[in-house]
């Protein structure tokens, strides 16, 4: 569904953002991208997602170049690390905000919110204000906002880096019940490697702009490929010894 062939950026005062990436998506995956902070997770997304374009190789989605093709005729919904909503707006108005434009009529526009707003359980909040709703609340609106596009493809750039472990747990379970409920292709980049060995049916592992490996999780406890996969995933390794 989704192929990376050589796919490099490079910083504006040289060197490589990321370097040379070679990497499938197929359809109907929940691909986790984790490595430490500046290993080019946030880049790769931004290739995929089309805010930015590579320097050298190419992305393609169902075959298709995407050289060119603006973000909003990708299939792809981008949901980033900041899930703050709207203060003066309700739920439904913070949710439908970005289809709000003209494009849609009030009936769609209607039918879009609810079908998104029942997978999340948000019916009963819609004419809530921020203010009147929980932080796990909050997070599910923001997933909201990228539901409503009915995005084939949703992208997640480090949404939990500043949460609570209690809301880390609970958006987890969000997650996989949204991935197991639609038909839905979903790629998550978090500095978390414990979180990502936990969520993706495959791990990607970045460090200075380059994959170093990508896996199942199971394989990747099993058979870690060098020493900074050993280390850096020393506590997702020994939490799958121990299940």
């Known amino acids: 569904m989704i192929r990376l062939e050589n796919a490099s ?24 991208i984790t490595g430490p902070a500046g290993s080019g997770k946030t ?4 290739l995929i997602a089309g805010l930015e374009e590579p320097d050298e190789g190419r992305i393609l989605i169902d075959g298709k170049d ?3 093709v603006k973000p909003a ?16 707006m309700n739920i439904y108005d913070n949710m439908a905000f970005g289809i709000m434009n003209g494009q849609y009529s009030k009936e769609e526009t209607d039918r879009r919110v609810l079908n998104a707003a029942d997978v999340l359980g948000l019916k009963d909040s819609l004419r809530k204000m921020p203010e009147e709703i929980s932080e796990l609340e909050s997070y599910k609106t923001v997933m909201g906002r990228a539901l409503v596009r009915e995005p084939r493809i949703i992208l997640m750039d480090k949404p939990l880096r500043a949460a609570s472990d209690d809301l880390r747990d609970d958006v987890k379970a969000v997650l996989l019940e949204l991935y197991h409920a639609l038909p839905l292709t979903m790629v998550y980049a978090t500095d978390d490697m414990d979180m990502a060995m936990s969520l993706g049916t495959k791990i990607v592992i970045m460090r200075d ?7 199942t999780p199971d394989n990747i406890r099993k058979h870690p490929e060098d020493s900074f996969v050993k280390d850096h995933l020393s506590g997702a390794l020994d939490m799958g010894d121990e299940e």
């Open 9 to 32: 950026k490079r910083f504006q005062g040289g060197g490589y953002a990321v370097k040379g990436i070679c990497l499938d998506i197929k359809e109907g995956e929940f691909v986790a």
């Open 43 to 46: 880049v790769l997304l931004k």
């Open 66 to 68: 995407m050289s060119g």
């Open 73 to 88: 005729d990708r299939g792809i919904a981008l949901a980033g690390h900041n899930y703050r909503l709207y203060p003066h």
């Open 209 to 215: 702009g380059i994959v170093i490996q990508e896996d």
